[in-house]
């Protein structure tokens, strides 16, 4: 591309930015005669270069936007129609700008709509001038001291102009990538003296300690130079958010007010890029979902004027951005809600979560509460499109909302990217490199220290401060080994609102890295994010907490997916060192169950408790949940949080109901006065205290009849399709979901003509089971009108009856039912259904 | 690649031993050679990822040609030579056995690959030329480190 030409491209799409934003400004200052002629002059340069370019499409269209601009500078009144004419010619320009990059040349078209409008509104203007024209003399005294005011203002202008001028000899254009290579280089430096410095080190009386202090010294002045060089102000990425504000309020018929504070604040020029579009995004989400309508915020009695607020500030070797709004804040009951909906959490889960966890569903992929999808939101792309853009920086995002006075996203972003202070961890005999941005705190953990590192089944954790923090070792994750389990140093690690410790079996110092990207052969790799060389010169790989946390995630779904095989045994006492749970429950007496047989400890708040059939139950995880009491003895909380310890197997769980959960504690296990009281194995001393050692395998059953018999059914892995054919909506939602929890498919229809329209669509099934007493077509029917079918005709077929007498299970017989049983008997009715899906499998 | 054509054309080829084959690697493809130090294996990765290690500031992949040709030896320590390749504005040390001398050999002598040669070596090699007592199999450096399509193949 011509020199010429690659000169105005880019000062021209520089100014256009600017007049975008002193565009907006002038809408609100009508009168102020500086901004007029920035603007003005901005748009008579890029007339006069295209004139010398020839590009006569781009001067004509900046010819028409000009003279209507000449006219607002002879005093004409500014409508905000004529400004978003003006803003959408300044779209058109950039539009054509951005073909003659593309193809070194202006596009084809032209703007004849554009110029015409334009022209039209220079006429409709004048027109309205000539009226006041009509009395002079009150004219010329409304203009004068306009004209005046500008005049006085060109005045200034004029030397802020010199000043400009004075700036501008002192100060170059360097080409980006120049930087860029100067960057890389000065980084080689950084490290080479790093390696010196470590050999020095081991070298105490050397000649070179001096001489290479020196240059030590140099070389940091130097990267910082260099850096700065890099540095640009951050209000380079908010040049466009006023006239993006501006066109969300006229869409969306808002009154908005957008306040920048800490523009100058200056960041790399690399981080700049890559927080632009995220910052555009969360602006956007402001103004739309934040800030609410004029009426809505008079009948808040609030001003009907909102306001964004962006800031930014250094902090440490962080720049922080605030993007704030007074608006309604988060609905955080509609994200609940949402949360639940969309599986992301189970009922039980969110009510234990905090306002600010919930928040941050927000984030979530595919999360949007907005009930109207409108051009700027609400699409449910974005939040996570934001939170994954600002933590590939290296960035962290938060929110905070209070409801009714606005939220606020508090975006924490390092300085540069290139060189980051980092951790230097060891796991497996390898080195390793941690973020110091991403690490909360180190915590080392030992057998017999404070903090120790203790297991739920296979899942390890640590208590921290009464949290429970999970767990990942390095050394597992990245497949250097197994881990003792015990001892090591825990690295506290944030990764979005999920808090996570990773444990290493060592930890050296922290060091300033530079980042070196992946090999590509190395870049599928999720754990790393990059690798750096040390000081001593060896490459080590740098962890992506990001990646790291995924495995954490792939745990938990393993976890919740199944449990491993459990052996009966396993319940029985050993004389090994066990892992117990102990708790209260009923009586003062301590109690206790191998923790390994305990999947999760939950607390439930007690208005989630139902009672159904005289038993308690709870939805947890989207599943009702059995609730059981060690004895009678024993009650549920009326209020509050009531603790209970969930057992999970093959996607059922069941809660045991307990006072308090007292301790975890690793212990032998002696039984040593065995019980014949049900639900008790025995008691042994625990700690020094005699405990009741709780046999969970007598809970299961109660909880599910068929707990144990389900686990060789489902060895067979049954996954049926069963009809379900009910008139009562009542029984079918009851019904339904008990096949379903049997492992079947489950389709329910209202009617034994639907039924058979739903056959006769050719569906498949492996099973009806349908109602007998019902209106127009009765089960009996159904069962002959199904055995006729050509389709159906070994179609099995279950009878559910009010009452089972001796006379239906003839008839049933007769017609062809397979199986008869009383619609209350719901283990009885489980049973048929697998009796059925045997024989299937059988004949199969 | 015929061998039939009169091209009077020589290539220089950079030649090493690795598990008790002959390869050749075609000059111009060659940065340097250098001994591999320290190298830090990258947990997770490809078996014929040996690791990477620092060239001079520069952070190379080593790739470790007896795993990537599917050569077993006895002795599974690190090999101790590697020639240092550029591909894509990135570095890569294919780690050697040994290295022979450099051979300056008529493309017109060059041979097809064997149609029975095995076939992960047969993926990466440009040809054969006979020597005196032994083979040389000459290699295509890019199919070399196209690890991705091997990976996906295997």
Not at chain 1, 188 to 202: A, F, K, M, S
Not at chain 1, 265 to 294: F, M, S, W, Y
Not at chain 1, 542 to 559: E, H, M, T, V, Y
Request: hydrophobic share 45%; with cysteine; net charge negative.
């Amino acid at each position: 591309m011509d020199d010429l030409l690659r000169e105005f491209l880019t000062e021209t799409n520089e100014s256009l930015d600017r007049v975008d934003a002193e565009l907006v400004r002038f809408e609100r200052e009508p009168n102020n005669a500086r901004i007029l002629a920035n603007i003005f002059r901005l748009v008579h340069t890029i007339k006069g270069t295209c004139g010398f370019l020839g590009l006569p499409r781009l001067e004509a269209l900046a010819h028409a936007a000009e003279t209507l601009m000449g006219k607002f500078r002879d005093g004409m009144p500014v409508t905000g129609e004529a400004v978003t004419l003006i803003l959408s010619t300044i779209d058109r320009v950039k539009l054509i700008l951005d073909e003659i990059e593309a193809r070194q040349g202006e596009p084809e078209g032209g703007d004849s709509d554009l110029i015409e409008q334009l022209g039209r509104m220079t006429e409709v203007t004048e027109a309205n001038e000539a009226e006041p024209a009509a009395l002079p003399a009150a004219g010329e005294a409304i203009d004068k001291p306009q004209a005046r005011a500008a005049r006085e203002q060109g005045g200034v202008q004029r030397s802020e102009d010199e000043h400009g001028e004075r700036i501008a000899s002192h100060t170059i254009r360097v080409n980006v990538g120049t930087l860029d290579h100067l960057m890389t280089t000065v980084s080689e430096l950084v490290l080479t003296r790093n390696q010196l410095l470590e050999i020095v080190r081991r070298h105490e009386d050397s000649d070179f300690k001096v001489p290479l202090q020196r240059l030590s010294n140099v070389t940091a002045e130097l990267q910082e130079g260099v850096m700065k060089t890099r540095m640009q102000p951050i209000g380079n990425a908010w040049q466009k958010l006023p006239r993006v504000v501006r066109d969300l309020c006229a869409e969306l018929g808002k009154e908005i007010e957008l306040r920048m504070h800490g523009a100058e604040t200056e960041l790399d020029r690399q981080v700049l890029e890559l927080v632009k579009d995220p910052l555009t995004h969360l602006v956007r989400n402001c103004a739309d979902h934040g800030i609410e309508g004029p009426a809505e915020r008079a009948a808040a009695g609030k001003p009907a004027k909102g306001t964004i607020r962006l800031a930014a500030c250094h902090q440490g070797g962080h720049i922080i951005i605030e993007i704030a709004d007074d608006g309604r804040g988060l609905d955080l009951a509609r994200i609940r809600a949402k949360a639940v909906e969309n599986g992301l959490a189970g009922e039980a889960e969110i009510a234990a979560k905090s306002d600010a966890e919930i928040a941050n569903f927000i984030f979530a992929p595919g999360f949007s509460t907005a009930a109207r999808v409108t051009s700027i939101s609400g699409r449910g792309v974005g939040m996570d499109v934001v939170r994954s853009n600002i933590e590939q920086i290296g960035g962290t995002v938060d929110l905070q909302s209070v409801r009714g006075a606005g939220a606020k996203f508090t975006i924490k972003i390092p300085l540069t990217l290139a060189i980051v202070s980092a951790l230097i961890v060891e796991a497996g005999g390898e080195r390793f490199a941690v973020p110091q941005l991403s690490v909360l705190e180190l915590v080392h953990a030992s057998g017999s220290g404070e903090h120790r590192i203790e297991r739920i089944k296979e899942t390890p954790v640590l208590r921290l401060r009464n949290k429970l923090l999970p767990l990942i070792h390095l050394k597992e994750v990245l497949r250097l080994g197994e881990s003792d389990g015990k001892n090591g140093f825990v690295v506290v690690t944030q990764v979005g609102s999920q808090t996570f410790g990773i444990v290493v079996d060592g930890v050296f110092h922290t060091e300033e890295i530079v980042i070196k990207p992946m090999s590509s052969k190395l870049r599928h790799l999720a754990a790393f994010s990059g690798t750096t060389i040390l000081g001593d010169g060896s490459v080590i790989m740098i962890i992506d907490p990001n990646g790291i946390a995924q495995s954490l995630g792939r745990a938990a779904q393993a976890a919740a997916e199944g449990s491993p095989e459990r052996d009966e045994h396993e319940q029985a006492p050993t004389d090994d060192i066990v892992s117990l749970l102990v708790f209260r429950a009923g009586s003062h007496q301590p109690k206790a169950v191998p923790l390994s047989l305990v999947t999760r400890l939950e607390e439930i708040d007690c208005r989630k408790i139902e009672i159904s059939d005289g038993r308690h139950l709870v939805q947890y995880r989207d599943q009702l949940m059995p609730l059981l009491r060690i004895d009678t003895q024993s009650g549920l909380k009326q209020d509050g949080a009531q603790p209970i310890l969930v057992f999970s197997d093959r996607g059922r769980s069941m809660g045991l109901v307990v006072d308090e959960i007292v301790d975890i504690v690793e212990d032998r296990l002696n039984i040593e006065v065995s019980s014949d009281r049900p639900g008790v194995l025995g008691y042994a001393v625990i700690k020094g205290n005699a405990t009741e050692i709780v046999d969970v395998g007598h809970f299961l059953p109660q909880a599910y009849a068929d707990w144990f018999r389900r686990r060789d059914a489902s060895a067979e892995r049954l996954l049926r399709t069963v009809l379900l054919v009910d008139d009562s909506a009542f029984f079918r939602d009851m019904l339904a979901p008990l096949i379903k929890a049997a492992g079947c498919q489950v389709v329910a229809v209202g009617s034994a003509a639907e039924a058979l329209k739903v056959l006769a669509s050719g569906r498949r099934f492996d099973l009806v089971v349908t109602d007998i007493e019902m209106p127009e077509m009765d089960g009996f029917a159904l069962a002959e009108k199904l055995h006729a079918m050509p389709r159906a005709a070994d179609l099995p077929v279950i009878g559910i009856t009010a009452m089972v007498s001796a006379e239906a299970i003839e008839r049933g017989r007769a017609v062809g039912f397979h199986d008869f049983v009383a619609k209350f008997d719901r283990t009885g009715l489980i049973a048929a259904i697998k009796d059925r899906s045997a024989d299937i499998e059988q004949a199969a | 690649m015929t061998a039939m054509s009169d091209n009077p054309q020589f290539t220089e080829y950079v030649t090493f031993t690795t598990a008790g084959q002959v390869f050749g690697l075609p000059i111009e493809r060659v940065q340097e050679v250098f001994r591999p130090a320290r190298i830090t294996r990258v947990p997770l990765a490809a078996a014929q990822i040996a690791g990477v290690l620092n060239l001079r500031g520069r952070i190379v992949t080593a790739v470790d040609m007896r795993s990537r040709l599917d050569l077993h030896v006895r002795d599974a320590g690190v090999a101790p030579m590697a020639i240092g390749i550029e591909s894509g504005a990135e570095s890569f040390g294919l780690l050697v056995d040994a290295l022979g001398e450099v051979l300056k050999l008529p493309d017109a002598e060059r041979e097809a690959n064997p149609i029975n040669l095995d076939r992960k070596l047969a993926r990466v090699a440009a040809g054969v030329y006979r020597l005196d007592g032994q083979l040389l199999v000459v290699l295509d450096v890019d199919r070399v480190l196209d690890l991705g399509a091997e990976a996906a193949a295997a």
